[in-house]
């Protein structure tokens, strides 16, 4: 984990602790936020529901972006053709399919089924990850030094497996 867009060993920082405390609040709030949605769910046509979430999203990101040093991050990924294309892509397509299945699941099905099946997605990352970062496509450039791959592994076994656990033990009450 960092604080910035590099996770090599070099560039690391005594941020880390802060680093996983935003990453456990960013958890807690999404978890808030699929066991709300499922709430309203019931009440409210899903396609709105997306609209609200996708506000949220939005709201979020361009705080973040109208920043001096997010503006020109922002300037400099538009003169990219590359970058413009991938970003249309995964965040015009990819993300747009991914959250639509995510809220059909929620609207459809137990929020904690749905939560159990969506905590594979790190092995998901983690094997794209991989892929993208040896030989000729190193897109992502992540390190994969020994300790930081089983690091990784078993971080997705704990998650994985505890989120099953946990589901599987209220199922059985």
Do not use: H
């Not at 979430?53 to 920043?67: M, S």
């Not at 892509?89 to 059909?104: D, I, K, P, R």
């Not at 099946?117 to 892929?131: E, Q, S």
Request: glycine share 10%; net charge positive; hydrophobic share 55%.
């Amino acid at each position: 984990m960092s604080l910035g867009p590099t996770a090599r060993a070099s560039d690391r920082g005594s941020g880390q602790v802060f680093a996983f405390l935003l990453l456990i609040f960013a958890s807690l709030g999404f978890g808030l936020s699929q066991v709300f949605s499922k709430m309203v769910a019931d009440s409210m046509d899903i396609w709105t529901l997306f609209f609200w979430r996708a506000l949220g999203n939005g709201a979020a990101c361009v705080a973040f972006t109208i920043r001096p040093s997010g503006m020109g991050d922002l300037l400099r990924t538009l003169r990219r053709p590359t970058s413009v294309g991938l970003i249309l892509f995964t965040e015009g397509a990819l993300v747009f399919v991914a959250l639509a299945f995510l809220l059909g699941a929620i609207y459809s099905g137990p929020v904690s089924l749905v939560s159990t099946v969506m905590a594979t997605r790190p092995l998901f990352v983690f094997a794209l990850g991989i892929v993208l970062s040896v030989g000729v496509s190193n897109v992502l450039n992540e390190p994969l030094e020994r300790k930081i791959l089983v690091i990784k592994t078993l971080s997705i076994v704990m998650t994985v497996g505890g989120v099953a656990v946990v589901t599987l033990a209220t199922k059985s009450r």
